[in-house]
């Protein structure tokens, strides 16, 4: 391992918010990861919680780590071990690697992968000594290894950062899954074009990209301008599959379904249809139509069975309730399960409406 690598130590939130965190930051063996016996036992302690994701991702780290590779290894073996090191501040430690086994199954690499995690076991924590805080005393104990191996901390958690950073800490956070600014999510893709055949490209897309093609032509001093002619298609196997949306929503519709009115409800509802699309996930904002759409995709493969029926399934935890606890609710099952059902009542409800105009 080169002397510039960078040599990680993991806070037990990283781990929490994703165990393929680890893969990220090894980053094809060019850095090296630890992490500390305080951050298995909170691991340990959380994998038995069955009802939160982070209980779920505990779970995922030792199964992904349940192999016959661990070992005990001593100081020698730790990649990379700066001179400076205080040796009596890290005399009694002792030390295990783990292999972090990944498949392709688990992650978007392109093969299998193992990742040598470095584990930091202390039984006697100076810090432990002085803290006077009612909490936040792993958080030091994990910063004090930190900073006796002259590693860089990793946490998702800012105060954490903070303190490490006045301790005179390397400390970063890493937010891979967060969106700092939605607008900044494309799910859809603009593309100019001058001909037709320029329609039949290969494009090197994931499948089912959503895809408006804007056409442009030359003015007689040969500056290119858009015509305002547009068309829309969907990415499948590299190649644009073109979507007719006024022939295919238009006079010839179901009446009996409730038509897509924009852009996003047509190809919503077209990737549902599609035959080779087997799962969908959207988002949008409340009341733009992603349970009534799906719920007339769904009628209309019912109609022409290619389904035999459509099951509704949904969460009965709220997103703002973090304990997972709305406390009772008056009512019979009936009645306490309407407050969840609502969105799908309400798009029967339309349905049915529109039916009955025609």
């Known amino acids: 391992m080169a002397a510039d690598s960078k040599r990680y130590i993991l806070d037990t939130s990283v781990i929490l918010d994703d165990p393929n965190n680890i893969l990220r930051l090894y980053d094809k063996g060019t850095n090296c990861i630890y992490i500390t016996n305080i951050v298995l036992a909170e691991l340990n302690n959380k994998k038995e919680d069955i009802r939160s994701e982070a209980g779920y991702r505990a779970r995922e780290f030792f199964r992904l780590s ?30 295990y690697q783990l292999t972090i086994q990944y498949s392709q199954g688990d992650t978007s690499a392109d093969e299998s992968t193992s990742v040598p995690l470095f584990v930091i076991y202390r039984d006697d924590y100076q ?3 002085t803290h006077k805080e009612p909490y936040g005393l792993n958080d030091a104990k994990i910063g004090e290894v ?22 005179g800490i390397p400390a970063q956070t890493l ?11 494309n799910f859809d893709l603009e593309l100019p074009y001058e001909k037709d055949s320029d329609l039949s490209k290969q494009l090197d897309l994931e499948d089912f990209r959503q895809i408006t093609f804007k056409k442009s032509e030359k003015n007689t ?8 002619l547009t068309k829309h298609a969907i990415s499948i196997n590299n190649v644009a599959q073109m979507c007719d949306f006024d022939t295919r929503f238009g006079e010839h519709f179901d009446q009996d379904l409730v038509r897509p009115i924009n852009v996003e ?21 409340t009341g733009s139509g992603k349970t009534l759409i799906a719920l007339q995709a769904g009628l209309e493969l019912v ?8 099951v509704y399934a949904r969460n009965t935890v709220t997103s703002s309730d973090q304990q997972a606890e709305l406390g009772f609710r008056k009512g019979d099952e009936g009645e306490k399960l309407g407050y969840f059902m609502y969105p799908l009542y309400s798009a029967v409800n339309y349905t049915i409406e529109q039916m009955k105009t025609h």
């Open 66 to 95: 349940d192999n016959e590779d661990g070992h005990p290894i001593t100081q020698k073996d730790l990649p990379y071990l700066p001179k400076e090191i205080n040796q009596d501040a890290i005399s009694n430690d002792r030390y």
């Open 221 to 228: 001093e040969g500056q290119e301008y858009e015509t305002g």
């Open 265 to 285: 409800q047509k190809f919503f509802y077209t990737i549902l249809t599609h035959p080779q699309n087997y799962i969908t996930v959207v988002a949008g904002a």
């Open 127 to 129: 810090i432990a000594k």
């Open 146 to 167: 930190a900073l006796d191996y002259k590693l860089t901390l990793i946490t998702s958690d800012i105060s954490f950062k903070i303190a490490a950073q006045v301790q």
């Open 303 to 310: 109609k022409d069975g290619i389904v035999e029926g459509i």
């Open 175 to 185: 937010r891979y899954a967060q969106v700092k600014d939605p607008n900044e999510i």
